[in-house]
């Protein structure tokens, strides 16, 4: 039995899926606030930043929004706080705090 990804949902029996697809669709997570997973928070601190954005292509969860050649702040929505942002800055304009706030 072929089940279309489409129509696949929090409330589908387990018995309708084949092995391989308990993975509803890509690009769902923006669907889902998954920074509440975080237990580390990373903190712009605007007056470091040179605008360099080598932290915003790094972030796995494009939580690093940027516009007309600027970073903004975080999207605390869906960060995770892994903290490779923080790596990256060569201003140190990125810290990690513990907790979910920033």
Not at 26 to 44: D, H, I, L, Q, Y
Not at 60 to 86: M, N, Q, S, T
Request: contains cysteine.
């Amino acid at each position: 039995m072929r089940t279309d990804i489409d129509k696949i949902n929090e409330q589908s029996p387990y018995t309708d899926l084949t092995e391989g697809m308990q993975i509803f669709a890509a690009g769902t997570s923006k669907k889902f606030n998954t920074g509440e997973w975080r237990t580390n928070t990373p903190v712009f601190l605007a007056d470091k930043c040179k605008q360099c954005l080598l932290c915003c292509p790094v972030c796995p969860d494009v939580a690093i929004p940027f516009k007309d050649g600027k970073r903004l702040e975080f999207d605390y929505d869906h960060c995770k706080g892994c903290g490779i942002c923080a790596k990256v800055c060569p201003f140190d304009a990125i810290v990690m705090k513990e907790g979910i706030e920033p």
